[in-house]
C-alpha cells in the first residue's frame, strides 16, 4: 500500500500563507487524503472569483470528522466543509473505503471500519 501525501503549500499553496509557513499537511489518516483533495478541489473552484482566497488553520479530524478551518469564511465555503464533515463520517480514514464503521463503545469516535480493526 501507498501512503498518498499531501502538503497544501505544495499542492495547494493559494489555501495556505506561504509567507509564514512551509508546510501544511492536514493531521488525518491516509484513508483521508483523497478526500481533502476532493473538497480542496472543489473549494478552488468555488473561489476562483474571490478577491481573497481563505487560508486554512487547521485540518484535522475531530471526533471521528473532518474538520477544516480557514481565516475567513462564509456560508458557501461552510456548507462545503459540512459536506466533507458528513461524508468523512462514512470513510474509512486508515484504508479509505467507503464502508460501515465500528459503532461500538471504544471505537465510537473512530474513524475506522471494520476490517481495518479486525486487521
Ligand atoms: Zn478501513
Known amino acids: ?21 512551509t508546510s ?5 489518516g491516509p484513508g483521508w487524503v483523497p478526500l481533502v483533495r476532493e473538497m ?8 476562483q472569483d474571490y478577491p481573497t482566497q481563505p487560508h ?5 479530524e475531530k471526533f471521528g470528522k473532518l474538520d ?3 481565516d475567513v469564511g462564509n456560508e458557501e465555503i461552510y456548507d ?7 461524508i468523512s463520517e462514512h470513510v474509512c ?6 464502508s460501515d ?7 465510537l469516535c473512530q474513524p475506522i471500519c471494520r476490517s481495518c480493526i479486525n486487521g
Request: hydrophobic share 35%.
Open 24 to 28: 501544511f499537511v492536514p493531521s488525518v
Open 93 to 98: 480514514a486508515l484504508c479509505g473505503n467507503y
Open 56 to 60: 486554512f488553520t487547521d485540518i484535522k
Open 40 to 47: 480542496l478541489d472543489e473549494l478552488r473552484v468555488m473561489t
Open 80 to 86: 462545503l466543509f459540512d459536506k466533507y464533515n458528513e
Open 1 to 21: 500500500m501507498t501512503t498518498e501525501t499531501l502538503d497544501l503549500c505544495v499542492d495547494y499553496p493559494l489555501f495556505v500563507n506561504t509567507d509564514t509557513i
Open 101 to 107: 464503521r465500528n459503532t461500538e463503545g471504544y471505537e
Open 68 to 70: 477544516a478551518h480557514t
